[in-house]
């Protein structure tokens, strides 16, 4: 069975830091692009950032270049999102996506980790 | 504000069908790209539904559907029941912002 699995957020002050970690399973997860959406509290999906499989080239959406970095360790199946220079507006579920094959799709997801991003 | 519009809400009697429509432009939808369909169930992940415009995901009703045409794509819902509830967005790609795009979600009321 598929399993992503989120963790590192919680509470943080704007200008500060945190890392995410996703955790994967019952799967090749080296042989995925792997994607970070959020969610904002009561809003719609926005797409952050993706990775490609064995972590050569990434891309951002705009309001996140510059602020996070996404990384990948194949040898321990997990992906990460590097969070710096944290805003209030970043306060979102942030949930880890796999990209499925024949398409840009997202075909897996995991439950998400919530940041909050306050004073 | 979302690259790709739907409606807010659409509500349906158990048993009809509702339709969420999808507007893009010629960046993502109108260039080619497909468009893809999540179910979000109330404080659940999404669910990957509807891929590569029409093929429903593993385990979905055949009462869901999708389309494409243009610079839109709908998502119909035939014989609609009460766990259909759940906000659905759809999903694209866009080449002058390289990347994914998602729709604003539509949450589907079951009257």
């Known amino acids: 069975e598929v399993q992503l699995v989120e963790s590192g957020g919680g509470l943080i002050q704007p200008g500060g830091s945190l890392r995410l970690s996703c955790a994967a399973s019952?799967?090749?997860?080296?042989?995925?692009?792997m994607h970070w959406v959020r969610q904002p509290p009561g809003r719609g999906l926005v797409w952050v950032s993706r990775?490609?499989?064995?972590?050569?080239?990434?891309t951002y959406a705009d309001f996140v270049k510059g602020r996070f970095t996404i990384s990948r360790d194949n040898a321990k199946n997990t992906l990460y999102l590097q969070m710096d220079s944290l805003r209030a507006d970043d306060t979102a579920v942030y949930f880890c996506?796999?990209?499925?094959?024949?398409?840009?799709?997202?075909?897996?997801w995991g439950q998400g980790t919530l940041v909050t991003v306050s004073s | 504000q979302s690259v790709l519009t739907q409606p807010p809400s659409v509500s349906g009697a158990p048993g009809q069908m509702v339709t969420i429509s999808c507007t893009g432009a010629s960046s993502n939808i109108g260039a080619d790209y497909d468009v893809h369909w999540y179910q979000q169930l109330p404080g659940a992940a999404p669910r990957l539904l509807i891929f590569g415009n029409i093929n429903r995901a593993s385990g979905v009703p055949d009462r869901f559907s999708g389309s494409r045409s243009g610079t839109s794509a709908s998502l119909a819902i035939t014989g609609l029941q009460a766990e259909d509830e759940a906000d659905y967005y759809c999903q694209s790609y866009d080449n002058s912002l390289s990347g994914y795009v998602f729709g604003s979600g539509t949450k589907v009321n079951v009257l």
């Open positions: 996506a796999r990209k499925g094959y024949g398409g840009k799709l997202l075909d897996a």
């Open positions: 990775i490609k499989s064995d972590g050569a080239g990434t």
């Open positions: 019952g799967f090749s997860f080296s042989s995925y692009w």
